[in-house]
């Protein structure tokens, strides 16, 4: 199937960069967002802004999602005015945001009964990776249909990454964000540790970077903590939803994963503390106040 008309459901921080580079790559794109404004300064002669999703699905042959959490999917899918009311044989739907398994699941189904393809395939690379097309997906459905739109995944992204059939790119994602909330907080909490204990942050961050604690999520962090930075790339309210996705798979599989218990209990505080729309680097904020330090050049 030729695949040039996309429908793009969700311009926000990750969609608005994705839109931008599909439209850059040649794709015909039929753009909504549910506050409209967020679409004007997006302006390009194969954009299309339309008023809904249904009406997005009813113009695309691929229909691409891109919100923020579960309730915002089945909105944008199953209401009046949803994408579920013109989806039908022969298309095929794409949801690129963190979704609990059980939706997704549903969702694969809803597709099925309708003739329509559906991948699941959430993405890690942040708002600088959505511009830049280096966005990584994660992609559960039936491999030929990636195969099929790997041009369009191409397009916004460098990597897809298939994880088996519908729903394990959700499982792989909310394993992968589990991991980097945990990993953040260990490289924070021994630099905090080092610093506290009267050794210069500079050596501290020397050390770090020649040595095992280096890691991607620090790298990309730290500097912008420094700088006292917290503008978000991905917000830490967005990494307590991911690590709450995280526990209910742990509880269903009966699973003893005593770290990720005590991450959950500091995203929560960070988010009763009002850090919520800043980056989820933020949650250094919490180690400093009790530390009585500051992280900053």
Avoid: W
Avoid at 82 to 90: D, I, S, V, W
Avoid at 184 to 205: D, Q, R, T
């Amino acid at each position: 199937m030729k695949m040039n008309k996309i429908g793009f459901i969700g311009i926000g921080t990750m969609g608005r960069g994705m839109v931008k580079n599909l439209l850059n790559k040649g794709f015909r794109v039929f753009a909504y967002n549910r506050t409209r404004v967020r679409t004007e300064e997006l302006n390009h002669e194969k954009l299309q802004i339309v008023d809904s999703a249904k009406e997005a699905c009813e113009k695309a042959e691929i229909i691409i999602i891109c919100v923020s959490n579960d309730s915002a999917l089945d909105e944008v899918l199953s209401s009046e005015n949803g994408g579920f009311q013109t989806l039908k044989e022969g298309k095929i739907l794409v949801d690129c945001g963190t979704t609990s398994v059980d939706l997704t699941l549903k969702i694969a189904e809803e597709c099925r009964r309708r003739g329509a393809d559906f991948l699941d395939a959430p993405m890690t690379g942040s708002k600088t990776g959505a511009e830049s097309g280096t966005i990584m997906f994660m992609v559960g459905g039936d491999k030929d249909v990636l195969d099929e739109c790997m041009p369009i995944f191409n397009a916004m992204g460098s990597k897809a990454v298939y994880c088996g059939d519908n729903s394990y790119g959700q499982r792989a994602k909310i394993g992968l964000n589990l991991a980097q909330s945990l990993i953040l907080e260990g490289y924070l909490e021994g630099l905090i540790l080092g610093v506290k204990n009267g050794v210069p942050l500079e050596a501290m961050l020397e050390i770090f970077e020649n040595s095992g604690p280096k890691n991607g999520v620090a790298s990309a962090k730290i500097g912008r903590i420094l700088k006292r930075d917290f503008t978000s790339d991905f917000k830490l309210e967005l990494m307590r939803k991911d690590i709450g996705l995280a526990s209910e798979e742990i509880k269903k599989l009966g699973l003893d994963l005593p770290l990720s218990k005590e991450i959950s209990k500091a995203f929560e505080k960070a988010v009763e503390k009002g850090l919520g729309r800043e980056d989820f680097s933020s949650i250094v904020k919490l180690l400093e106040e009790n530390a009585k330090i500051e992280l900053k050049k």
